[in-house]
């Protein structure tokens, strides 16, 4: 993993039964290296490594508009 990169894990709320639609959009999304189903209050987590802020943003936006998303979570990952 290159120093300049930014990870960040998206927390994901499907509608009931819609978690596996989702996993499969988001797997095909750029930035996005590993996404998994869970269990508890999330349904997907979803891991993204990108260059800049902006991509995050572009990341996120996608997987808002993804159909049967209901809400995420987005957190901003830190390495010192």
């Known amino acids: 993993m290159s120093e300049d ?3 960040a894990y998206v927390l994901i709320v499907t509608s009931i039964g819609k978690e596996f639609d ?3 959009k ?5 930035g996005v290296t590993e996404a998994v189903i869970v269990y508890g209050e999330y349904d997907v987590v979803v891991r993204v490594e990108v260059d ?3 991509e ?3 990341v996120v936006t996608a997987i808002r508009n993804i159909p049967s998303v209901l809400r995420t979570v987005t957190l901003i ?4």
């Open 5 to 7: 990169k930014i990870i």
């Open 22 to 24: 989702v996993l499969d």
């Open 26 to 30: 988001v797997n095909g999304l750029p």
């Open 52 to 54: 800049s802020m902006r």
């Open 56 to 58: 995050i943003d572009r």
């Open 77 to 80: 990952g830190y390495k010192d």
